[in-house]
């Protein structure tokens, strides 16, 4: 069942839900999204109720309003003592933000829309699976400026592209149309602008269906996968086989395989 209810409304976004999927939107397209103080404390603040045990969201969808998903940070709040200290911002901001999103207990989706860049590149690879509208673009900006990647983008970029693209996007900040992030395994799928939210939104509801501890075990089998050696691995996943099965989902599967019917399962 639907819900129009607004579940936490913040400057700059909100946070809806959809039967068990929460939608966070990204509400400052005035400034592209761009990320302030006021973001990160939004941000922190929805994460917090999307971490309650009593929340019922079993994926998040992250969306933007507005003409871009997010260009990063927000230069304009650098109006205080020069040189910034930006390494403090990072710790502080950042590199928290980054890393809950990747410790979330619910497979996450975003859907891209325009300019997303910077910082703001670093939030989407954190995310599990990306689509983005054909009309989309990513840059990684930083060098533009006389800065390094950050917010992770050193970690995921070569991980997803391999270090002699990962190098050129970062070196050159070049911008890549969706269709060559598809190529180079940024985002898994283009649509056109109008099926966005739509496609987006009946993956995350296709999520949202699975079951969800297997879904978040196989996220850190892949995040572990990169570091790991051959036995490394496979005891990781002796590990991690052994956790779900001993889930209620576990036990769903197999009496739904033996009595030849969908599973219905319940993210527990």
């Known amino acids: 069942m639907t819900s129009s209810t607004t579940a936490l409304s ?3 976004m909100k946070l809806d839900y959809d039967d068990t999927v929460a939608i966070l939107t990204l509400s400052r397209p005035e400034a592209m999204n761009a ?6 404390e939004d941000f922190q603040s929805i994460l917090s109720e999307l971490f309650r045990p009593e929340n019922s969201a079993r994926a998040l969808l992250i969306q933007a309003e507005g003409k871009g998903f997010c260009s990063g940070a927000d230069l ?3 109006t205080g003592d020069m040189p910034p200290n ?6 502080r901001n950042y590199n928290p933000l980054v890393t809950r999103i990747k410790e979330l207990p619910m497979p ?7 300019a997303v860049a910077g910082a703001g590149m670093s939030l989407v690879c954190a995310c599990d699976i ?3 509208e054909k009309q989309a673009y990513f840059v990684q900006a930083f060098v533009n400026i006389a800065l390094v990647p950050d917010a992770g983008s050193t970690y995921f970029l070569p991980r997803l592209v391999g270090r002699a693209r990962a190098a050129q996007l970062m070196m050159l900040g070049e911008s890549l149309t969706a269709d060559m992030a598809l190529d180079y ?4 799928k283009v649509v056109d602008k109008e099926n966005l939210y739509n496609d987006a939104l009946n993956l995350a509801k296709k999520l949202a269906l699975m079951p969800t501890q ?5 996220r850190r089998l892949l995040d572990a996968s990169e570091q790991n050696t051959l036995p490394e691995q496979l005891e990781a996943e002796a590990i991690a086989q052994q956790k779900a099965a001993q889930s209620e989902d576990f036990m769903e599967g197999i009496t739904a395989f033996l009595q030849k019917r969908p599973a219905i399962f319940k993210g527990k």
């Not at 930006?86 to 710790?91: A, S």
């Open 185 to 188: 395994g940024i985002i898994s």
């Open 86 to 91: 930006l390494g403090d911002m990072l710790r």
């Open 76 to 78: 304009k709040e650098q």
């Open 214 to 218: 297997a879904v978040i075990e196989i």
């Open 108 to 114: 996450t989706i975003a859907a891209i829309n325009g």
């Open 130 to 132: 990306t689509i983005a």
């Open 10 to 12: 913040c400057q700059t």
């Open 35 to 40: 990320m302030n103080s006021q973001f990160f």
